[in-house]
């Protein structure tokens, strides 16, 4: 499956985003999908996943609240919620999808990948 994010941008602190992930090539709403992002000088790190039926979502303990994952299988597009942003949102987002358990924030486990989106939160 093939997977472009996009909807990154130049956001003030506390503004909001929504970043989609769209997908072609295979049947979506067969993959589970992830979000991962990656700061200047950080690894890239987990941020939110959900189910290929989209009735399960999870989130590390130190992002919830802010981030909401969603997808919309006959648009074969996920989403990424992100509220109140803020400079330590700014990141690259990546989007991923796997077959199989939505459940795992291990990077390796997570089969295709998209490019990435510029999000830019200024102070």
């Known amino acids: 499956v093939q997977l472009q994010a996009s909807g990154g941008g130049l956001v003030q602190a506390g503004g909001s985003l929504r970043l989609s992930c769209a997908a072609s090539?295979?049947?979506?709403?067969?993959?589970?999908v992830g979000w991962f992002r990656q700061a200047p000088g950080k690894e890239r790190e987990y941020v939110a996943s959900?189910?290929?039926?989209?009735?399960?979502?999870v989130y590390p303990d130190a992002l919830k609240g802010r981030f909401t994952v969603s997808r919309d299988n006959s648009k074969n597009t996920a989403y990424l919620q992100i509220n109140t942003l803020t400079p330590e949102d700014t990141a690259v987002y990546y989007c991923?999808?796997?077959?199989?358990?939505?459940?795992?924030?291990?990077?390796?486990?997570?089969?295709?990948w998209g490019q990435g989106t510029q999000v830019t939160v200024s102070s």
């Open positions: 090539g295979r049947t979506f709403s067969e993959y589970a």
């Open positions: 959900i189910s290929s039926a989209g009735d399960n979502t």
């Open positions: 991923a999808a796997r077959a199989g358990t939505y459940y795992t924030h291990v990077q390796s486990r997570w089969t295709y």
